[in-house]
């Protein structure tokens, strides 16, 4: 892979393996927004990007080589063989057509602290819904950057809301979980840099340990928010798919199950 700057751009030539349409829109995150041109807009670790494909190459717009390298590089995981790991998933016949029809898709490596909350405000809600919550969170107490986009609200600044505070922005029954663990995070009680040096059971049960979080819920925030590339979360959609492995995951799954989770979510939610 080639990287150059060119007139405020960052440009990934011959990158392999990456779809932005199937990762930024597969419900691993919330805040991208396709826009006219086939870009997209959003906002991660406190910054606004608009990312563009054509083809194997990648141009993000109106950024700067220090940016990408201490944020970009890694949110997108560039630097990853996602080639090799779907040829290892496909040596599990099931899933083989299934990676050649959603070629592309990536684990984004978010923010701990917002994948936690944003997979906390999406049980029982769908991707629209999810998506509205978190922008009237992000536009209500988040700091406003450019072109009316507003960064993810810390935990310390969501600590000092009430219950119905949250509910106002259409949280439902979640805004008790939610103010609940606002206060964990910001009073120290909840070490989220923590979890990540723990083996993945150990993580699973910490955020088990947490008010209102359930196993789907935990297993979405290792995998997106902690870089436990081997949890995999199971909702209704990936009950469905777990009828087709009667004796549990093949053996290539092991280590990138969550990878090949959203190659069978994706196709869960398109074809059952």
Same mark, same amino acid.
């Given at each position: 892979?080639?990287?150059?700057?060119?007139?405020?751009?960052?440009?990934?030539?011959?990158?392999?393996?990456?779809?932005?349409?199937?990762?930024?829109?597969?419900?691993?995150?919330?805040?991208?927004?396709?826009?006219?041109?086939?870009?997209?807009?959003?906002?991660?670790?406190?910054? *606004?990007?608009?990312?563009?494909?054509?083809?194997?190459?990648?141009?993000?717009?109106?950024?700067? #080589? !220090?940016?990408?390298?201490?944020?970009?590089? &890694?949110?997108?995981?560039?630097?990853?063989?996602?080639?090799?790991?779907?040829?290892?998933?496909?040596?599990?016949?099931?899933?083989?057509?299934?990676? !050649?029809?959603?070629?592309?898709?990536?684990?984004?490596?978010?923010?701990?602290?917002?994948?936690?909350?944003?997979?906390?405000?999406?049980?029982?809600?769908?991707?629209?819904?999810?998506?509205?919550?978190?922008?009237?969170?992000?536009?209500?107490?988040?700091?406003?950057?450019?072109?009316?986009? &507003?960064?993810?609200?810390?935990?310390?600044?969501?600590?000092?809301?009430?219950?119905?505070?949250?509910?106002?922005?259409?949280?439902?029954?979640?805004?008790?979980?939610?103010?609940?663990?606002?206060?964990?995070?910001?009073?120290?009680?909840?070490?989220?840099?923590?979890?990540?040096?723990?083996? #993945? !059971?150990?993580?699973?049960?910490? #955020?088990?340990?947490?008010?209102?979080?359930?196993?789907?819920?935990?297993?979405?925030?290792?995998?997106?928010?902690?870089? *436990?590339?081997?949890?995999?979360?199971?909702?209704?959609?990936?009950?469905?798919?777990?009828?087709?492995?009667?004796?549990?995951?093949?053996?290539?799954?092991?280590?990138?199950?969550?990878?090949?989770?959203?190659? #069978?979510? &994706?196709?869960?939610?398109?074809?059952?």
């Amino acid at each position: 892979m080639k990287v150059k700057t060119e007139k405020g751009n960052v440009i990934l030539e011959g990158v392999e393996c990456i779809n932005l349409d199937l990762t930024l829109d597969c419900g691993q995150a919330f805040r991208w927004v396709k826009q006219d041109d086939g870009s997209w807009n959003g906002v991660a670790f406190g910054k *606004f990007l608009n990312i563009a494909q054509d083809g194997s190459t990648v141009i993000l717009r109106d950024t700067d #080589l !220090d940016t990408y390298e201490k944020i970009w590089r &890694h949110y997108f995981d560039f630097d990853k063989d996602y080639a090799a790991i779907c040829a290892t998933l496909k040596k599990d016949s099931l899933i083989a057509p299934t990676v !050649d029809e959603y070629y592309g898709i990536r684990i984004l490596n978010q923010d701990s602290w917002e994948a936690l909350c944003t997979f906390v405000i999406s049980q029982q809600n769908n991707i629209k819904r999810i998506k509205g919550i978190v922008e009237r969170l992000c536009t209500a107490y988040g700091d406003e950057l450019e072109n009316g986009w &507003h960064t993810f609200p810390s935990a310390e600044r969501l600590s000092a809301l009430s219950v119905e505070d949250f509910e106002a922005l259409g949280t439902g029954y979640r805004a008790k979980y939610l103010e609940r663990l606002s206060k964990a995070v910001a009073g120290g009680e909840l070490d989220l840099d923590g979890i990540k040096s723990m083996s #993945l !059971d150990e993580a699973r049960k910490t #955020l088990l340990g947490i008010y209102g979080v359930g196993v789907k819920v935990a297993n979405c925030a290792l995998l997106f928010g902690f870089e *436990f590339y081997d949890a995999f979360p199971v909702d209704v959609w990936m009950k469905r798919v777990m009828e087709y492995y009667p004796d549990g995951l093949p053996e290539c799954f092991d280590g990138i199950g969550g990878i090949a989770q959203q190659y #069978l979510f &994706h196709w869960a939610r398109n074809n059952l």
